[in-house]
T-cell receptor
Framework: GAVVSQHPSRVICKSGTSVKIECRSL??????MFWYRQFPKQSLMLMAT?????????EQGVEKDKFLINHASLTLSTLTVTSAHPEDSSFYIC????????????FGPGTRLTVL | SQKIEQNSEALNIQEGKTATLTCNYT??????LQWYRQDPGRGPVFLLL?????KEKRKERLKVTFDTTLKQSLFHITASQPADSATYLC????????????FGTGTRLQVTL
């Protein structure tokens, strides 16, 4: 149980285009989902927290107009990187909290974004 | 600032030995600490959670300790195997009721034959 999927697993796009990444909780309802970014040989950095049906809470320094987050249902959250640039190239990982267990996050497999 | 540090960037040990990884934190004491395993190009996988009122927790070959006086958690893998090679991350929850994890930088463990 407690499986989180991400799609796509990797994406390559041209500079200036937008990319959408999906995060799904497959066998539980996720009251809260988180989006992280991880650069090579660095740890995970939290970008934003999203609760179903409400606006996401962004961490300091993360541009909310550039990284659009939608948590439209209890099993799906999306991250859209708008007008992507090479410096946005990174490993994006989502995680989810279930209503049953509020102290353990279940992570997705990650999405490798490369912006040319 | 709130910091969580893992002292060793990399640790190399021989198969069969016990690997010990260290996690130190500053400022507030978290209600609990968590340990994750991350393989290259993959998301973290939850391993263990230890609460502030628990001194030690075990799961199969894994053992975690939590010393709130030293502000430190130790993560042990006994009888290590090459398959244990991965990056291990500690993370703390909070501060307070803030529902978010702050991760350490990770320790890359390499178990050799």
């Amino acid at each position: 149980g407690a499986v989180v999927s991400q799609h796509p697993s990797r994406v390559i796009c041209k500079s200036g285009t937008s990319v959408k990444i999906e995060c799904r909780s497959l066998d539980f309802q996720a009251t809260t989902m988180f989006w992280y970014r991880q650069f090579p040989k660095q740890s995970l950095m939290l970008m934003a927290t999203s609760n179903e049906g409400s606006k996401a809470t962004y961490e300091q320094g993360v541009e909310k107009d550039k990284f659009l987050i939608n948590h439209a249902s209890l099993t799906l959250s999306t991250l859209t990187v708008t007008s992507a640039h090479p410096e946005d190239s990174s490993f994006y990982i989502c995680s989810a909290l279930s209503g049953a267990s509020t102290d353990t996050q279940y992570f997705g497999p990650g999405t490798r974004l490369t912006v040319l | 600032s709130q910091k969580i540090e893992q002292n060793s960037e990399a640790l190399n040990i021989q198969e069969g030995k016990t690997a010990t990884l260290t996690c130190n934190y500053t400022n507030y004491s978290p209600a609990y600490l968590q340990w994750y395993r991350q393989d290259p190009g993959r998301g973290p996988v939850f391993l263990l959670l230890i609460r502030e009122n628990e001194k030690e927790k075990r799961k199969e070959r894994l053992k975690v300790t939590f010393d709130t006086t030293l502000k430190q958690s130790l993560f042990h893998i006994t009888a290590s195997q090459p398959a244990d090679s991965a990056t291990y991350l500690c993370a703390r929850w909070g501060p307070g009721t803030a529902s978010k994890l702050t991760f350490g930088t990770g320790t890359r463990l390499q178990v050799t034959l």
